[in-house]
């Protein structure tokens, strides 16, 4: 399978997502580089709201990552509950 | 008492298609074909517009909070840096020659994107591109506006920096970019988007960002960070919108597949060259380096890019035809674009300068097949002539390339030791490319690159008439200040002593 990727920057806003992707994709491999987070997972990677409300304590739009997103690659879809990244072969 | 009745808020769907969809309507004073000229000519058939999905469902509405956001925290720390004389906290001031590329070459780039998006959104007949394209059109003048905001902080201080807008239009290296960007604003709507929304912003855009930003924050620059980061939070949405178009045409009509691969083909191999500006900041530019090109490109080239052409092949698209050759090159091009810019620095508005030891040393470590084989030797005599006050330099002027107008100064992708050179003869004249994939773009249309403006002519024309010094004041080159070895710049000067200024109390 292919690898997917996000990176976002590290900020104080991002380090519980961070969290919850790693509780979310227990296979995926975090980065840390400087100034940002790089996360690779193999196949598909999938970003829960709720477990991304769970780490930070309040109501979280998902569409707030667009705030501090870098990069993602793989086709992505997205509803009111969760973003999946994945490549089809 | 009334109870608060909490309003039904609209599912992410629910608002794209309400806010996006609905803003559309069928044309009844004009036909379609006349509202969208240009959408036919390509030859690009599409059956069902409705079709198109935005996969992030951005809505006009969230797009203005979000943006507004991102501007807020970006405006927050460009002060906070020019407050805190954030320049003298640089690594060291040779990492300004990769801004200085940057304002000059890309910064307009991004311009040129913009007005590329607002045209072709007002050229797709369907709502979905319109709304996605008008986004696109908004964030790149947002990019080219805060880079140059952020950048105006070294003007005050350094060379270099003063005339990006006539060296944009006039200087020789910028015309690289320039071309790139308006070669793809006269092509028609759907081989822009193949151009800049796939084969830019999809296979290489973060072979530019990524590294360029990282490489501004391992070397102090919170200005570069910040337009970086805030630039490419608007990226990933640019890439999946450049995704999400090539899977939409290809899925409209099996007819459409060979027009992409061919633009896919051209348009990642004008990309490659481009960037390959990228690989002398990432390997010689940055005084504390991140990775090299080599590894970038491991990552985002053929691990990236190789997922993305396997996922694609249910399409039948194939990995671009220069993609071995650009993997051929990854071993080469730095050393080579580093030794042209060393040599032709008086006639750059940046500083280049010759490898130390300890620099040459990483080199040998990130490039064990090439580096010490085939350039090592040459920095080694040419810095035995810097030594002995006679530096090299080359006042003959280079032969560019008619297609990517970079000096011809490659090897064959098989022959590190033999310079790489095609020619074609078309209508009376003679046509010289730096490679392969450079003479298949002019020979796929002729008629369009025989009018390219290239720089090397341009010497020998009014006002400059052959004449070095008439030449350096219209590019606005401030000769002995913007130009020249870093050694002996005013840059190295200045930032020693106002660094000393800063740590003692002298």
Redesign the interface.
Known sequence: M????I?L?ANEETRPIIEAIEIDNPAAVVNR????VKIDAEGSLVIRKATIEEQLGRSFDL??L???????????????DSLTLS??? | MDMKVAKKKLGLKEKYRTMTRDLGWEPSYHSKDELFPYVGYEGIKIHDWDKWEDPFRLTMDAYWKYQAEKERKFYAIIDAHAQNNGHLNLTDARYLSALKIFLQAISPGEYAAHRGFARVGREFPGVGPQVACQMQAIDEIRHAQTQVHAMSNYNRYYNGFHAFADQRDRIWYTSVARSFFDDSMSAGPFEFMIAIGFSFEYVLTNLLFVPFMSGAAYNGDMATVTFGFSAQSDEARHMTLGLEVIKFILEQDPDNLPIVQNWIDKWFWRGFRVLGLVSTMMDYMLPKRVMSWREAWEIYGVENGGALFKDLARYGITPPKGWDDAGKAIDHMSHQFMLGLYQWSFGTAFHAWIPSDDDMRWLSAKYPDTFDTYYRPRWEHIKKMAAAGTPFKNYGLAKLCQTCQLPCVFTEPDDPTLTCHRETDYKEHKYHFCSDGCQHVFENEPEKYIQAWLPMPQLFQDPVNGDLGEWMKWVSLLDGKDNGDYADSEDKKNFEVWRGLATTNQ
């Open positions: 292919s690898t997917v990727f990176a920057q580089q400087p100034a940002m569409q707030e667009h705030i501090n997103l870098i990069t993602l690659t793989g086709h992505v879809e997205e509803d009111d490549w089809n072969s």
